[in-house]
């Protein structure tokens, strides 16, 4: 869907509206309500759809970028407390790179709700550059608005499984290393591995693992083979950690 054309984005209306944007549905999607919605329409409005570059995203890019990065370096630092610092920087470039947030703002659907004037061409892939600021200056929308918690559950949510998968490419994609390291680390305990669910005829049988800490116990995930399944389980785990969603 292309940006929606808007040049009188920047000079606001009463209560921050946006004419013709749907500030709630974009509210709903990125899961969280502003109390000062002139925040997230500032947040949305590209240069060019502002009255004045004051008025635009530049200023919350900035800050979200840095915002950003320290929520990532500050789960990283927790995560792998075995990792030199030049891996973690090589693995924190990777996760907040441009390509990665503007990722995260195509599959959040912020196109729809992004205001841009004239100077920008409606008609053609927005730039992954606009994207990505896009989802930083969110961030900071969100940060100003209520705080460093919810901007940190919306990093959490895109970001954490990024954080993994990155990391465990980086350390040989072992999920069960980095979460015994962490558990032991933090709970003083080993994750044990338990099949909860098979699935399949004998021959081609498929297992569902669940690991646990202590007495939590994290959300199963499906292999072809109970090594493969105790992986993603360990994946899992990793990822709720750090506040993301589980993968089946």
């Not at 907040?96 to 892939?125: H, M, Q, W, Y």
Request: glycine share 10%; charged share 25%.
């Amino acid at each position: 869907m292309a940006a929606r054309k808007d040049t009188t984005a920047g000079r606001g209306a009463p209560g921050g509206a946006a004419p013709g944007i749907d500030l709630a549905e974009c509210q709903r999607r990125i899961g969280y309500e502003f109390r000062d919605e002139s925040l997230l329409v500032a947040a949305i409005t590209h240069a060019s759809g502002a009255q004045h570059r004051l008025a635009s995203n530049e200023r919350l890019e900035f800050l979200g970028d840095a915002i950003l990065g320290f929520v990532v370096c500050e789960t990283l630092y927790r995560l792998y407390p075995e990792s030199l610092e030049g891996d973690l920087t090589r693995i924190k470039s990777v996760v907040v790179s441009r390509e990665t947030c503007s990722r995260i703002s195509e599959e959040l659907g912020l196109i729809d709700f992004l205001i841009v004037g004239k100077g920008l061409a409606v008609n053609r892939p927005v730039p992954t550059s606009v994207l990505s600021d896009l989802f930083e200056s969110l961030v900071a929308a969100i940060y100003l608005d209520g705080g460093m918690e919810p901007a940190k559950r919306l990093i959490d949510r895109f970001m954490a499984p990024e954080i993994v998968n990155v990391a465990s490419g980086a350390q040989g994609s072992n999920h069960k290393s980095i979460l015994q390291q962490l558990s032991q680390r933090d709970f003083g305990v080993t994750p044990t591995y338990e099949v909860v669910g098979e699935a399949g005829p004998d021959h081609s049988k498929t297992f569902q693992v669940s690991a646990q800490i202590g007495s939590t116990r994290y959300s199963p995930a499906w292999g072809r083979n109970k090594k493969e399944a105790e992986q993603r389980a360990a994946s899992n785990a990793l990822v709720e950690i750090t506040g993301g969603p589980a993968q089946p």
